[in-house]
């Protein structure tokens, strides 16, 4: 007996939820997140839009302005092109997390005694906030007693404030994320690598294949989905840079190492007094660009739902 | 490299490799190893300038027993207290909605399901406005209750995603055959999916754990004194009590970290699986 032939021969007497079970359960186990999603991510997105419209401190009546916070952000703010600038540095940067964690998985793809435990302590760093991994990376700069001054004096170079010269500091905030983001990307392509075919590779091998033409011909077309998670994690990590720039320099020095969300934050919840809509503004801003990505990830899942089904 | 595998190569190439990896271990865990080796230091050593010659004294329990006398494990209670309502509550919220997605076909399920995806990539800084005055507003501001509402719901987007991924790749044949014995739809969820999911509930919990523990941003948006602030927030103002006391800031990270490492080692297989949902097609 089908579904169907069920339902039809359900008798009339049984209640409402009996006769409409298939099509009202989805409801029922859907609306509770579906009503805390809405409430709490959906619904402020269009309040944000809503909220740059206005000049606003959060407490008094708040005063409609049309669109003179963006006129001001994008002609006459000196700060929001370097957030947008450093954005764009974190953007590129970060992305060298990928190479990074699949030249370490490269290196630890191997079976040797005692390999699991390389392989997690060198994941260690993804795990620990990164709150810490700022902390840990403001004393490795440390101009006075950091290990990395240590390092390079042993070359015979000067000692260097990185964290404090404003042409560096951005970087040097940069390194510290890319620490976490490559062990990221490392632990994916070890699950890639365990679903390589090695079949495939004997056959390539047999074919002459080796050394880093096995790598780009053989290896990393089988390592595609993996290179397209770490890409969807990397630069949603690099848009997001909030926490790290917030303890290692606080936006300094001479605020040269904002970024868009950190200066949103500085701006609304600052104590140079609170700008919300400038600061919603700011906000909207940077989901536009996140919007790019998402709309390229989601169409890439759309594709990969139909082919699927 | 890979793919040849290193026990096919010659003896002195499989000597190198097994010489080179604790080496290339102790070059990336470096940061790491210097702040664990101020955290055993005396005071005095860094009036000296003695920050990395042999510690004049071990000071281990000194240290330690410092940072457990000061505001530290008040914060760290917090986040447990945050972290784990959160886990409980998205969890079960996705699983509910991943069992709607994963196992109904209806019209809106494709649109319902990206946008939860969607709703898990914005900027937090899009939220940030209306979810403090939503919070203000609810009388939730500086709670650990305001925190966990909001953590819930926005990881309800990832949680989903994962979720739905899972259910949708069991094997359909046991709902039908449930079906045709006439247990009822709630049940299906209750009896059948539920019990399958054990692996994905495990991964998820301990991935949200990670998650939630590590958050900074919304600790400092929603929070803001010792009654409520996570040990990610609570640490800067540990920090600014010990200030340039190198010893106990040092020792302090290491307590505020150590949760979660603890959670990755022993769930190590879980955390894993859970992070890779969808590297391996």
């Known amino acids: ?309 | 490299m890979f793919p040849k595998p290193i026990e096919k190569s010659t003896r002195s190439t499989q000597l190198t490799y097994q010489a080179l990896l604790p080496f290339a271990l102790l070059l990336w865990l470096a940061p790491l190893i210097a702040v664990a080796l101020f955290a055993i230091r005396p005071a005095v050593d860094f009036t000296t300038g003695n920050y990395w010659g042999m510690p004049s004294e071990l000071q281990f329990f000194e240290n330690f027993g410092q940072v457990l006398n000061s505001a530290m494990p008040r914060y760290i209670m917090n986040s447990f207290l945050i972290t784990i309502p959160t886990v409980l509550g998205a969890v079960s919220l996705s699983a509910m909605a991943g069992f709607a997605l994963g196992i109904y076909k209806f019209k809106s399920n494709l649109f319902l399901f990206f946008m939860f995806i969607a709703g898990n990539f914005v900027p937090f800084q899009i939220l940030m406005i209306p979810v403090r005055d939503l919070t203000l507003d609810l009388g939730l501001y500086d709670t650990k209750t305001g925190l966990i509402l909001f953590h819930i719901a926005f990881q309800t987007g990832f949680c989903t995603l994962f979720m739905r991924n899972f259910i949708k790749a069991l094997p359909f044949e046991l709902i039908e055959a449930a079906r045709v014995e006439g247990i009822r739809e709630w049940q299906i969820f209750f009896y059948i999916v539920l019990p399958l999911m054990k692996p994905a509930l495990a991964a998820l919990s301990v991935l949200i754990f990670t998650f939630i523990w590590n958050d900074y941003f919304w600790a400092i948006v929603l929070t803001q004194g010792e009654n409520a602030q996570p040990v990610t927030a609570g640490i800067t103002s540990f920090n600014a009590q010990f200030r340039a006391m190198y010893h106990l800031m040092s020792a302090g990270s290491i307590v505020a970290a150590l949760p979660p490492v603890a959670m990755f080692f022993l769930m190590q297989k879980h955390f894993i699986a859970g992070l890779t949902l969808g590297a391996v097609k």
């Open chain 1, 1 to 309: 007996m089908t579904n169907a032939d069920r339902m039809h021969s359900a008798p009339l007497q049984k209640g409402w939820y009996a006769r409409n079970e298939i099509s009202v359960t989805p409801w029922l186990f859907l609306i509770p997140a579906m009503l805390m999603f809405a409430l709490y991510v959906i619904w402020p997105i269009s309040q944000s839009f809503y909220t740059s419209l206005f000049e606003w401190d959060g407490l008094s009546e708040a005063e409609y302005i049309g669109l003179a916070n963006y006129e001001k952000l994008l002609t006459r703010d000196r700060a929001f092109n370097i957030s947008i600038w450093n954005n764009a540095k974190w953007l590129v940067f970060y992305l060298l997390a990928i190479p990074g964690g699949l030249f370490i998985a490269l290196f630890l793809n191997q079976t040797v005694p005692g390999i699991r435990l390389y392989k997690s302590l060198f994941f260690f760093p993804f795990v620990i906030s990164q709150i810490v991994v700022g902390l840990v990376f403001t004393w490795f700069y440390d101009p006075t007693f950091g290990l990395f001054n240590g390092i390079i004096g042993i070359f015979g170079f000067d000692p260097v404030n990185v964290l404090g010269d404003p042409k560096l500091a951005t970087y040097g905030i940069i390194i510290a994320g890319l620490w976490p983001q490559t062990a990221y990307c490392m632990i994916l392509y070890l699950t890639g690598l365990n679903a390589v075919d090695p079949e495939q590779i004997e056959a390539a091998r047999l074919d002459g294949a080796k050394g880093l033409k096995m790598l780009w011909y053989v290896i990393l077309p089988q390592l595609r989905p993996a290179t397209f998670i770490a890409f969807v994690v990397t630069v949603i990590g690099a848009l997001r840079s909030f926490d790290l720039i917030s303890i290692m320099t606080n936006g300094g020095p001479f605020g040269s190492t904002r970024v868009l969300s950190f200066y949103m934050f500085e701006k609304s919840l600052s104590e140079y007094g609170f700008k919300m809509g400038y600061g919603a503004a700011i906000a909207v801003i940077l989901f536009l660009i996140m919007l790019l990505f998402i709309g390229y990830f989601l169409f890439r899942m759309y594709q990969d739902e139909k082919a699927g089904h």
